[in-house]
């Protein structure tokens, strides 16, 4: 089960650091790291593991959440599904 | 497919362009909370939606949080209340009504519709002292919805219960004029009503359905506008093809919720109503659509074509991504709910005769509809035929939902706030149907229902 963090918004130094800190504290394992720079909007878009994660799926959404409204970015949490349901025929 | 390009556009989709489920919304069956005893038929009532849907607003939360999508709200639709008042005609069908809000309180959902009666062929046991009840009903209540079907292609249109529809509609007014005549607000007359309609006011969970199920009702006319402002040279079919693909893909995240919803509730999955369902909020409207299209105003000529096409592409693109597809599916055009349509209706550029063409060519009828306050029950009741005659010779669904603003007259504004928006009062004609009305009986039903 994978879950799609984005981080959107200005790159500043120590991002990744602390979105996969957060995710270690979960037990949740970083598969794969993207930077896009998309009309304007640079993001950060992290493939993560959430299969053995120890605590229930909404709090690390909230965590992320937290740690965007600290930086001044946005930081979305989604379940892989979703993308894959709106892009596949 | 799991590529930046998808992950960013499906975000900005709901944060920039209002993409959100609209609603889930269970369907539960009260056929078997019939009693004779109207008091013990409401105690049913109340506990078995209570049991059903005690969890409803927990799990719309928890998908939400899982997959980033807003669900805007959580509602319930039943069984028409008038197959439960039939049991006890003795009792006062109010009481029904309360019942509802009980159970809507309890659960937190923001509406129960199915306060209902399906009388399109004639009324049978229950549906007088319900229909008679309306008023009271929504008076009394706050998240209630009503409907009752008046017509249908199989059976025509049954002309007495639309010269009773007009009072009631004016008496629910007058009853809730301190209120911006909200009462009216909540109750649709329809024509070829279909069982499975996630949307308010005219929900209901028809007597086909299981014991109990849950809808979605997507929506996204701001997602489908933004898709339209890359393509300003665009032919139209070019342009209906990128309103396929966007509505497949919101279509599809309707499927998703719906399947998770039905998971999580440990209920089966009804239906997904594709419907594009504007709000007041900025960005979220239908007529910009249509103006996007090339209108420079919604009401203006070419705006019925316009409908036509966009409607016709949401359905294609829509039942692609679903499994089941259903409710009303297409484009909804209400007026006070739509900041483009309220502008149109205060410019004078939208008008009543328009709304009725359009209503030929989309998946709704004349909805939320501000009309004078001195406007005759009868001229309603000729207003709701007119629509019951398009819905019923063109196979599809119509549905009236006026709202006489008692005291105001064209030139002023109600406001309902939240969803419902606000509406300016539209001008309509003077000139008597009733003549007409008062004779009663049925439009007989059209060729087009012999289809055997």
Same mark, same amino acid.
């Given at each position: 089960?994978?879950?799609?963090?984005?981080v959107?918004?200005?790159?500043?130094?120590?991002?990744?650091?602390?979105?996969?800190?957060?995710?270690?504290?979960?037990?949740?394992?970083?598969?794969?790291?993207?930077?896009?720079?998309?009309?304007?909007?640079?993001?950060?878009?992290?493939?993560?593991?959430?299969?053995?994660?120890?605590?229930?799926f909404?709090?690390?959404?909230?965590?992320?959440?937290?740690?965007?409204k600290?930086?001044?970015?946005?930081?979305?949490?989604?379940?892989?599904?979703?993308?894959?349901?709106?892009?596949?025929? | 497919?799991?590529?930046?390009?998808?992950?960013?556009?499906?975000?900005?989709?709901?944060?920039?362009?209002?993409?959100?489920?609209?609603?889930?919304?269970?369907?539960?069956s009260?056929?078997?909370?019939?009693?004779?005893?109207?008091?013990?038929?409401c &105690?049913?009532?109340?506990?078995?939606?209570?049991?059903?849907?005690?969890?409803l607003?927990?799990?719309?939360?928890q998908?939400?949080? &899982?997959?980033g999508?807003?669900?805007?709200?959580?509602?319930?639709?039943?069984?028409?209340?008038?197959?439960?008042?039939?049991?006890?005609?003795?009792?006062?069908?109010?009481?029904?009504?309360?019942?509802?809000?009980?159970?809507?309180?309890?659960?937190?959902?923001?509406?129960?519709?199915?306060?209902?009666?399906?009388?399109?062929?004639?009324?049978?046991?229950? =549906?007088?002292?319900?229909?008679?009840?309306?008023?009271?009903?929504? =008076?009394?209540?706050?998240?209630?919805?009503?409907?009752?079907?008046?017509?249908?292609?199989?059976?025509?249109?049954?002309?007495?219960?639309?010269?009773?529809?007009?009072?009631?509609?004016?008496?629910?007014?007058?009853?809730?004029?301190?209120?911006?005549?909200?009462?009216?607000?909540k109750?649709?007359?329809?024509?070829?009503?279909?069982?499975d309609?996630?949307?308010?006011?005219?929900?209901?969970?028809?007597?086909g359905?299981?014991?109990?199920?849950?809808?979605? %009702?997507?929506? %996204?006319?701001?997602?489908?506008?933004?898709?339209?402002?890359?393509?300003?040279?665009?032919?139209?079919?070019?342009?209906?093809?990128?309103?396929k693909?966007?509505?497949?893909?919101?279509?599809?995240?309707?499927?998703?919720?719906?399947?998770?919803?039905?998971?999580?509730?440990?209920?089966?999955?009804?239906?997904?109503? @594709?419907?594009?369902?504007?709000?007041?909020?900025? %960005?979220?409207?239908?007529?910009?659509?249509?103006?996007?299209?090339?209108?420079?105003?919604?009401?203006?000529?070419?705006?019925?074509?316009? @409908?036509a096409?966009?409607?016709?592409?949401?359905?294609?693109?829509?039942?692609?991504?679903?499994?089941?597809?259903? %409710?009303?599916?297409?484009?909804?055009?209400?007026?006070?709910?739509?900041?483009?349509?309220? =502008?149109?209706?205060?410019?004078?550029?939208?008008?009543?005769?328009?709304?009725?063409?359009?209503?030929?060519?989309?998946?709704?009828? @004349?909805?939320?509809?501000?009309?004078?306050?001195?406007?005759?029950?009868?001229?309603?009741?000729?207003?709701?035929?007119?629509?019951?005659?398009?819905?019923?010779?063109?196979?599809?669904?119509?549905?009236?939902?006026?709202?006489?603003?008692?005291?105001?007259?064209?030139? =002023?504004? @109600?406001?309902?706030?939240?969803?419902?928006?606000?509406?300016?009062?539209?001008?309509?004609?003077?000139?008597?149907?009733?003549?007409?009305?008062?004779?009663?009986?049925?439009?007989?039903?059209?060729?087009?229902?012999?289809?055997?």
């Amino acid at each position: 089960m994978r879950a799609v963090v984005t981080v959107i918004g200005k790159d500043t130094v120590g991002i990744l650091h602390k979105v996969s800190g957060i995710c270690a504290g979960y037990n949740v394992n970083v598969i794969e790291v993207t930077q896009s720079v998309l009309q304007d909007m640079f993001a950060m878009i992290m493939l993560v593991d959430i299969s053995a994660i120890n605590a229930d799926f909404s709090k690390l959404v909230e965590k992320m959440d937290f740690l965007g409204k600290e930086l001044g970015l946005s930081i979305h949490t989604m379940h892989e599904d979703i993308f894959n349901s709106m892009h596949t025929v | 497919m799991l590529n930046a390009y998808n992950i960013l556009e499906t975000i900005r989709m709901i944060q920039d362009e209002c993409l959100d489920i609209r609603t889930i919304t269970m369907g539960i069956s009260l056929l078997d909370c019939i009693d004779t005893d109207i008091d013990k038929a409401c &105690e049913k009532v109340y506990a078995k939606i209570v049991k059903k849907a005690g969890n409803l607003v927990k799990v719309g939360q928890q998908i939400e949080t &899982e997959y980033g999508i807003p669900i805007v709200n959580k509602r319930i639709s039943v069984t028409p209340i008038a197959m439960l008042a039939a049991a006890c005609p003795d009792g006062d069908p109010v009481k029904f009504a309360k019942a509802l809000q009980r159970a809507a309180d309890t659960c937190g959902v923001n509406f129960i519709g199915g306060y209902s009666a399906l009388v399109h062929k004639g009324f049978s046991a229950g =549906d007088m002292a319900l229909i008679r009840s309306i008023p009271e009903a929504l =008076d009394v209540t706050q998240n209630i919805c009503s409907s009752v079907n008046i017509g249908s292609t199989k059976s025509g249109i049954n002309m007495d219960a639309v010269k009773l529809m007009g009072q009631i509609v004016k008496e629910a007014a007058v009853r809730t004029a301190d209120r911006d005549c909200i009462g009216p607000a909540k109750l649709v007359v329809f024509c070829n009503a279909v069982e499975d309609n996630p949307f308010m006011a005219g929900a209901f969970h028809g007597v086909g359905e299981p014991d109990c199920e849950i809808h979605v %009702g997507v929506s %996204g006319p701001g997602v489908v506008r933004a898709a339209l402002t890359k393509y300003p040279e665009a032919t139209i079919d070019e342009i209906a093809d990128v309103i396929k693909k966007t509505a497949f893909k919101i279509t599809r995240m309707g499927q998703l919720v719906g399947s998770r919803a039905s998971e999580l509730l440990g209920v089966p999955f009804g239906i997904v109503d @594709l419907s594009l369902a504007p709000t007041p909020a900025v %960005g979220d409207s239908v007529a910009h659509i249509l103006e996007e299209m090339g209108l420079e105003m919604c009401g203006t000529h070419g705006t019925t074509a316009c @409908l036509a096409m966009l409607n016709d592409a949401v359905k294609k693109g829509g039942v692609m991504a679903s499994s089941t597809v259903g %409710g009303l599916s297409g484009a909804f055009i209400p007026v006070s709910e739509d900041a483009g349509m309220i =502008d149109a209706a205060v410019a004078g550029v939208l008008s009543v005769e328009k709304l009725e063409a359009m209503t030929a060519v989309c998946s709704v009828g @004349l909805d939320m509809i501000v009309v004078p306050g001195d406007i005759t029950p009868e001229t309603i009741s000729a207003i709701i035929a007119d629509e019951a005659a398009i819905g019923m010779v063109n196979s599809k669904t119509t549905a009236v939902r006026l709202i006489p603003a008692v005291g105001k007259k064209e030139g =002023d504004t @109600l406001e309902f706030g939240g969803l419902l928006g606000s509406g300016p009062v539209m001008p309509i004609r003077e000139k008597s149907p009733a003549k007409f009305i008062n004779r009663g009986g049925r439009i007989p039903a059209p060729m087009q229902s012999l289809k055997n």
